[in-house]
């Protein structure tokens, strides 16, 4: 527990910038972890409070969700995303040249069209 500090839920509410009741709240809900020391004491990680007192949308991006990847895994993840460029690419490919037939096709269909003689 060498990071952590020693404070009152005053001092943890200034250092969030946030009410007393907040971190009494955060505190019993389980959201904010401390050890209960003797005089109202409690030893926090400052971090905590730090990333509780942020706003939603930067503290879902400051909490990883997913462990990172390895080394191999980011690899292979590269190797199969390569192989699905390469796909991609191979059928863009085939549809370009689909078109350029169809196009000609089409060019070729307007000027070979029979003219209607009039009677």
Request: with cysteine; proline share 4%.
């Amino acid at each position: 527990m060498d990071d952590f500090e020693i404070l009152s839920t005053r001092e943890m509410a200034q250092q969030a910038e946030v009410d007393v009741r907040t971190v009494q709240r955060w505190i019993k809900q389980g959201k904010l972890s401390v050890e209960v020391l003797p005089h109202g004491k409690y030893r926090v990680n400052p971090l905590d409070l730090v990333e509780l007192s942020l706003p939603l949308t930067e503290r879902a991006a400051a909490t990883p969700t997913k462990r990172r990847l390895s080394y191999d895994e980011l690899y292979d993840r590269l190797i199969q995303v390569t192989c699905e460029v390469e796909e991609l690419e191979h059928r863009l490919m085939q549809a370009e040249q689909k078109i350029e037939r169809l196009e000609r096709q089409r060019a070729q269909a307007h000027t070979s069209t029979p003219t209607k003689r009039k009677k």
